[in-house]
């Protein structure tokens, strides 16, 4: 059975940071791109951030490119995402996904994933 399990959100003030993981089971976590997608309160998904299989490759938003930094650790396969100086407008609910392929991180939607976390709430307070 396909999990991806994430964990780390909460409720935290302007300008400090969260760590979020996503433990993955179920399929072979080294054949996957790895994906961080958020939905603010009333808005559509955005993309937020990428990784490649080996992890050397990384992509993210503009609106968190020097904030954020994403991660794996192929061993544990797990996912991270540490956030730092968070803001309001970062309040989401967060969702770890995987694909085979490479995604843009504009225009995502649910479909495009082969498996899809149940989210982690993150919540900025100003």
């Known amino acids: 059975q396909v999990q991806l399990v994430e964990s780390g959100g909460g409720s935290v003030q302007a300008g400090g940071s969260l760590r979020l993981s996503c433990a993955a089971s179920?399929?072979?976590?080294?054949?996957?791109?790895m994906y961080w997608v958020r939905q603010a309160p009333g808005k559509g998904l955005e993309g937020v951030s990428s990784?490649?299989?080996?992890?050397?490759?990384?992509y993210y938003t503009d609106s968190v490119k020097g904030r954020f930094t994403i991660s794996r650790d192929n061993a544990k396969k797990t996912l991270y995402l540490q956030m730092d100086s968070l803001k309001p407008e970062d309040t989401a609910i967060y969702y770890c996904a995987a694909d085979t392929w490479w995604l843009q991180l504009q225009g995502m939607s649910r479909a495009d994933f082969a498996y899809w976390g149940q989210g982690t709430q993150v919540t900025v307070s100003s």
């Open positions: 990784i490649n299989i080996g992890g050397g490759t990384t």
């Open positions: 179920g399929f072979t976590f080294t054949n996957y791109w």
